[in-house]
């Protein structure tokens, strides 16, 4: 059943540094302000640009960034690959072909895992991500220290740019975070029931099942009950959720479950 529960700041605090994300001539304002977008999910900020096709700043790259305004204002944009990734020490360049250099070739996992390595350190770090069309060259791939690819469908490995940073952001904050997620069940204000609540609950649901003669043929009631016990043990039931559900079954056998307010504290209308 479903429980409710709260931000733990805790469990999403990041003490490595974020990598750049670098695209390399993007066409359209639309792709870099989705990839904005999948930055800000993942808490990258710094995203650069080398020499966009319609120039910056964009207004649709902010329209498609979706509220990621605080990527897009920090945008850096540079003429040349060498100087976007001057200030970085270790660089990957994503490529979704073979190339004819030889550098070691990593999945995003393994990718994301060198990239916080580094991170940690205070090392700067980024992806190179490449044009819409075609793509890194050769030349640009050779400024990385290694390559990064995904495991995609080999005959049909073109992936859209937001696409392919949202993969490797994702893997960058599970590397960086250790897989924790932003909410957990809040147990303080949702306790587990007592399972003296638990007992009770399956005798009132028995006992109403034997009001309408459920259990048929009689011999076969033990087995029943049984299996009827272990479905709702598998809920893992909150104290509320069994006060539902008793509720629920009073409601089925036709008697109020609290009060009504013109009626005296105690009465039954069995």
Same mark, same amino acid.
């Given at each position: 059943?479903?429980?409710?529960?709260?931000?733990? %700041?805790?469990?999403? $605090?990041?003490?490595?540094?974020?990598?750049?994300?670098?695209?390399? !001539? %993007?066409?359209?304002?639309?792709? *870099?302000?989705?990839?904005?977008?999948?930055?800000?999910? #993942?808490?990258?900020?710094?995203?650069? *640009?080398?020499?966009?096709?319609?120039?910056?700043?964009?207004?649709?790259?902010?329209?498609?960034?979706?509220?990621?305004?605080?990527?897009?204002?920090?945008?850096?944009?540079?003429?040349?690959?060498?100087?976007?990734? +001057?200030?970085?020490?270790?660089?990957?360049?994503?490529?979704?072909?073979?190339?004819?250099?030889?550098?070691? &070739?990593?999945?995003?996992?393994?990718?994301?895992?060198?990239?916080?390595?580094? =991170?940690?350190?205070?090392?700067?770090? =980024?992806?190179?991500?490449?044009?819409?069309?075609?793509?890194?060259?050769?030349?640009?791939?050779?400024? +990385?220290?290694?390559?990064? $690819?995904?495991?995609?469908?080999?005959? #049909?490995?073109?992936?859209?740019?937001?696409?392919? &940073?949202?993969?490797?952001?994702?893997?960058?904050?599970?590397?960086? $975070?250790? =897989?924790?997620?932003?909410?957990?069940?809040?147990?303080?204000?949702?306790?587990?029931?007592?399972?003296?609540?638990?007992?009770?609950?399956?005798?009132?649901? !028995?006992?109403?099942?034997?009001?309408?003669? #459920?259990?048929?043929? %009689?011999?076969?009631? %033990?087995?029943?009950?049984?299996?009827?016990?272990?479905?709702?043990?598998?809920?893992?039931?909150?104290?509320?959720?069994?006060?539902?559900?008793?509720?629920?079954? +009073?409601?089925?056998?036709?008697?109020?479950?609290?009060?009504?307010?013109?009626?005296?504290?105690?009465?039954?209308?069995?």
């Amino acid at each position: 059943m479903t429980r409710n529960a709260r931000i733990d %700041p805790e469990t999403v $605090t990041v003490d490595v540094l974020p990598p750049a994300v670098i695209l390399c !001539e %993007p066409q359209l304002g639309e792709n *870099i302000g989705t990839a904005a977008r999948a930055m800000a999910n #993942f808490g990258l900020v710094d995203l650069r *640009i080398i020499n966009p096709r319609d120039g910056w700043p964009s207004e649709k790259a902010r329209a498609a960034a979706s509220r990621a305004d605080h990527v897009i204002d920090n945008v850096q944009v540079f003429d040349s690959v060498e100087a976007a990734i +001057a200030d970085l020490r270790f660089v990957y360049a994503t490529t979704a072909r073979s190339r004819e250099i030889s550098k070691p &070739v990593r999945g995003p996992d393994e990718a994301a895992q060198t990239v916080c390595g580094h =991170g940690r350190e205070g090392h700067k770090t =980024g992806y190179l991500f490449g044009r819409e069309r075609w793509g890194l060259n050769n030349e640009e791939v050779a400024l +990385a220290d290694e390559i990064v $690819t995904l495991p995609v469908d080999p005959n #049909f490995a073109s992936l859209n740019i937001a696409q392919a &940073v949202l993969v490797c952001a994702y893997e960058w904050r599970m590397k960086a $975070t250790r =897989g924790a997620l932003p909410f957990r069940v809040d147990e303080e204000t949702h306790p587990p029931a007592e399972k003296e609540d638990v007992v009770r609950l399956f005798e009132h649901l !028995e006992s109403a099942l034997d009001n309408v003669n #459920f259990f048929r043929p %009689p011999e076969k009631r %033990p087995s029943m009950v049984l299996n009827l016990r272990n479905i709702l043990q598998k809920a893992n039931l909150t104290r509320q959720e069994v006060k539902s559900l008793r509720g629920v079954i +009073a409601a089925l056998e036709r008697r109020p479950t609290r009060p009504r307010r013109e009626e005296p504290e105690g009465r039954d209308d069995e």
